[in-house]
């Protein structure tokens, strides 16, 4: 790997990988550190370009992010993790359960989409025009270069069919926003998608971790409680 991720590190135990979104860092999961590091060692990486990890020369797409968190887990000698992703997070961790399944324990998916088709439009339409007036200015502005890698990632990725997703044999919880912006419906198809992925929804918009804590970390410790060894 040509970067090495950021990270922050807090607690004992079984490893938590927390995955946050675009355009954001670990410190997303603020409350979730402080919560499940009581049992777990939860472990909060930037991603590549994000936060205090470089942004390197490798590709800037969700699959890359995908092999950047498989590196690091190497370079730690972790072989297996429970991964919890956020937004892009979550787009990461399907991506890292299709490839590295074996590296895997358990998945929980927050606010994920398959494709760009999954936002709703009152978000995507912005995003969209954002991106290609960004690609305009991207020649002559750094900031735009970067704007427009970043929006890149929620036009072009993460194209996963839901057949896809039948390869995916560990427990998984889908958890979202009753106001999120991912369609219910799209949300809906990921859960039904995976076999025997649980659905859970929680009153709030796309940033529930943050915004609604304690029903977030209740659900999702509900959920890790009932794996096996747990």
């Not at 999961?29 to 777990?40: C, D, G, H, L």
């Not at 290609?132 to 036009?155: C, P, W, Y």
């Not at 999120?180 to 929680?202: F, Q, V, Y």
């Amino acid at each position: 790997m040509d970067v090495s991720l950021h990270y922050r590190e807090k607690g004992t135990g079984y490893p938590l990988i927390l995955l946050h979104g675009n355009g954001e860092n670990g410190d997303y999961f603020e409350k979730q550190i402080a919560y499940f590091s009581e049992k777990y060692r939860v472990i909060a990486p930037d991603t590549r370009g994000h936060g205090q990890t470089p942004r390197g020369m490798a590709p800037f797409t969700i699959s890359q992010f995908a092999d950047d968190l498989n590196a690091f887990l190497e370079e730690r000698e972790i072989t297996q993790a429970i991964v919890l992703g956020f937004s892009d997070g979550a787009n990461i961790a399907m991506r890292f359960a299709l490839k590295y399944q074996e590296k895997l324990k358990a998945l929980i998916l927050n606010g994920g989409n398959l494709n760009a088709g999954g936002v709703k439009a009152s978000v995507q339409i912005p995003i969209e025009l954002g991106y290609g007036m960004t690609k305009l200015f991207g020649h002559i502005s750094d900031k735009a270069k970067r704007n427009h890698e970043l929006l890149r990632l929620m036009v072009k990725d993460p194209n996963i069919e839901p057949a896809e997703l039948k390869a995916i044999h560990v427990p998984v919880l889908v958890i979202a926003g009753t106001k999120d912006m991912i369609k219910e419906e799209h949300t809906k198809l990921l859960a039904a998608s995976i076999p025997g992925a649980k659905l859970r929804w929680i009153e709030g918009d796309h940033f529930i971790a943050a915004k609604a804590p304690e029903e977030f970390n209740q659900a999702v410790g509900a959920f890790l409680a009932e794996l096996p060894g747990d």
